[in-house]
């Protein structure tokens, strides 16, 4: 039987069983997906010892994303231009990585705003992990104009940084100035997640083909797509993101490329209204 885990500290909210255990039983596949907590002490010398282990590999969330980085043999490009890593598993008895963030993102967009990345500008609102996912994946799709806008400009700058002034830091005050120029807006920041402040905007100067996405999913429809939608503007949740990350992993470990369908958005649906994290 081939087992994968996810692995974080805490790991008990993730989300990923769920997502695994409905493809393991909808392809009827003999395998397990498991939650395994390692505290920041552990987790370095469980990563490297998985190639002489019984996993076949697996899912590393916060706060191990960037030691996984470290102790990976290989990385796959969005890992190294991101500097985490999410997924894991054994390639030739070594471990390899990848962040697989960015095609989450990507895909989501793909698969419901078709069309979107004719767009060359885009507003990306927080600097903190996510972002860089995020702009790796703009960056990949030939986003010329990128600005990110983040409350403490320290971070935007040591992002543009990162990407080698391909992205234009700002100001969290002068986010007005550039939403009429964006042909995508993107929030990565926490705001608008359940029990934190509302993230608006004023969408009134924007074009009317921009399309707006948040890869905040709870709840799903974010105060800020409530507002691009009442402006008649496109929008995307980030719930498409969250399944989307997690195919690579699945096809690596078990060997089957699996569907993101209604299906198993209406699994998790159901999981976020109900708080339950099991499959
Ligand atoms: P992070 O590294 O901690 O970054 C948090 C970002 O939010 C920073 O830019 C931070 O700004 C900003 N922020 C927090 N509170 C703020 C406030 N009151 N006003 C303005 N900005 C504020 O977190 P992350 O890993 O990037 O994750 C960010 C969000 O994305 C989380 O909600 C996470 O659940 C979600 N996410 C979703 C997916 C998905 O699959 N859909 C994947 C990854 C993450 P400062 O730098 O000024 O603190």
Redesign the pocket.
Known sequence: MTRAFVTGWPVEHSLSPLIHGHWLKRYGIEGSYEKLAKSPDEVESFLTGLPESQWAGGNVT?PHKETAFRVCATLDDAARAIGAVNTVWIEDGRLAGANT?AH?FLANLDDRAEGWDQASTALVL??????R?VIHGLLTRGFSDIVVA???LG?ADALARHFRDKVRPLI?DRIAEEVPRAGLIVN????G?KG??ALEIDFASARPDTVVTD???TPLVTPLLAGASEHGLKTVD??G??LH?AVPGFEKWFGRRPEVDNELRAVLLDALENGSRNP
């Not at 927080?126 to 972002?131: N, Q, R």
């Not at 990565?188 to 705001?191: D, K």
């Open positions: 916060i963030d989450g927080g600097a903190g992990g996510a972002a996912a983040n409350r403490t971070r969290w990565t920041t926490s705001l997640m934190q402040p890869i905040v999913y980030g719930l993101m969250l990350q």
